[in-house]
């Protein structure tokens, strides 16, 4: 499923990381605030569906201030490297600054790079994550298909990302807030009003559920299936590469 805007409406996702990087010294504060601190909850339970076995490899796309890859080092034991990449320099830093205070900047590691070009041989990684990032990507398919190539076999991808809550009333609510209160808190805050516009639109425009599930298998992912979290928000997509 997917809300459908009025044409013209949808931003563009052209250069967005230039966004992220005019906010990032206030995006961990804004994170915790506007979602209430369910992102920190969100983030962990994505360590739950990491695959088994031992001295995994695992890659973070859109990894911003690389919240979701200390999450998952924090939370799991059998990871034994993690690469981070994002666009955003200036968010990157930030994260550069997080691992080195958490004593983590030994096993992982942040550098440019764009979901659409990943900078890795095919067969690299055993597990792929991103989290509110795949919605920002230009082109959703090619993204997915550069996760495929880069995972090992038998490797998993794991999405995290904003969605819609089914229950009529949950989703008034909810998109009351994403439309009127969360713009100008985030504005207020960051200092850039344009940034929280755009994130409600881009909620609202971008395909979830089943839907989404539909451009993974298309991207050649199976057993692909989804988890929503907090009464359908934010939802958890996976899907293994055979």
């Known amino acids: ?52 076995g031992n001295r995994l ?19 799991r034991d059998n990871l034994e490297s ?4 994002d666009m955003a320099e200036k968010m990157l830093d930030v994260g550069r ?6 004593g983590l900047d030994q096993k992982i590691q942040l550098q440019t790079g764009n979901a659409v070009e990943l900078p890795f041989p095919p067969e690299s990684f055993h597990a792929l994550t991103i989290s509110f990032g795949i919605r920002n990507v230009t082109d959703v398919s090619r993204a997915l298909s550069e996760f495929h190539r880069v995972l090992k076999t038998n490797g998993r991808a794991l999405i995290l990302e904003f969605s819609l809550p089914d229950n ?14 969360l713009p100008r808190v ?27 599930c539909e451009l993974m298998s298309e991207a050649g992912f199976v057993s692909v299936t989804y988890k929503p979290l907090t009464f359908g928000i934010a939802t958890i997509y996976m899907g293994d590469k055979r």
């Open 82 to 85: 993690g690469i981070g990449v």
């Open 168 to 181: 009529r009333l949950m989703r008034w609510l909810y998109l009351f807030y994403f439309r009127h209160i």
């Open 57 to 75: 490899k695992v890659l973070d796309v859109a990894t911003g201030t690389a919240d979701l890859i200390i999450s998952m080092f924090q939370k």
């Open 186 to 212: 985030g504005a207020l805050i960051s200092g850039d009003g344009y940034a929280y516009r755009y994130l409600n639109q881009t909620v609202e425009s971008f395909p979830y559920g089943r839907d989404f």
């Open 1 to 52: 499923m997917a809300a459908k805007m009025e044409a013209g409406k949808e931003p563009s996702r052209k250069e967005v990381w230039t966004m992220f990087d005019r906010i990032a010294d206030r995006y961990d504060l804004l994170n915790r605030l506007l979602s209430f601190g369910q992102d920190v909850v969100w983030r962990k339970r994505v360590s739950r569906y990491l695959p088994g």
């Open 97 to 102: 600054q997080k691992l080195t205070r958490l």
